[in-house]
């Protein structure tokens, strides 16, 4: 869909039109789908929060500018809910609670390191401070930059680029003794 197209349609549910909305919906639900599974680890949450996500933004369309891009919105409303839950709830996640992503992979032990590298990678970032596990999810899993971070989670950039050091940092010094293994 091309800006102009996205910004029509913005400006349409914006007035309340709600097949406008509804579009909107059925084009970014996957995209705010990932940030909440990424964030939350729980297929039955992302999807709950990807409905309270929308929920949300119909609240708020008639305070966004349609001359803005609606997905970094979207986006960052996503992530608001999600930390809410996280604060909330407090989970504690276990291996055991993530699920596995196979990745193809040429041999039977190809396989079997690939999909252990990533178990031990997703249960990490789960373990993280929820707003060092934003900066990670937004980062390297939706690819913003610095700037779009800070604009989504409405905090100093500096605060985004040290928490996303910090958040390597811990990832690192977790899985340093995993990998001399």
């Not at 680890?41 to 708020?60: H, I, K, S």
């Not at 992503?101 to 249960?123: D, I, K, N």
Request: net charge positive; charged share 35%; hydrophobic share 40%.
């Amino acid at each position: 869909m091309s800006s102009a197209e996205e910004r029509e349609l913005t400006r349409r549910a914006a007035h309340g039109d709600r097949a406008a909305f509804g579009e909107i919906v059925r084009r970014h639900q996957q995209a705010v789908f990932n940030v909440a599974y990424r964030l939350l680890g729980n297929r039955q949450d992302a999807e709950d929060a990807a409905q309270e996500t929308f929920l949300r933004a119909y609240q708020f369309f008639g305070r966004f500018n349609a001359d803005r891009p609606l997905a970094p919105w979207l986006k960052r409303v996503a992530v608001n809910v999600c930390l809410n839950r996280l604060e909330s709830l407090r989970p504690e996640l276990s291996l055991d609670q993530v699920p596995p992503r196979p990745e193809p992979a040429p041999g039977p032990e190809e396989y079997t390191l690939a999909r252990e590298v990533g178990e031990r990678l997703r249960a990490e970032i789960a373990r993280l401070p929820p707003r060092y596990r934003a900066v990670i999810e937004l980062r390297h899993f939706q690819d913003l930059s610095y700037e779009e971070i800070a604009a989504a989670l409405h905090r100093p950039l500096s605060d985004v680029k040290s928490d996303l050091f910090r958040a390597r940092k811990l990832l690192a010094d977790r899985l340093k003794d995993w990998r001399e293994q």
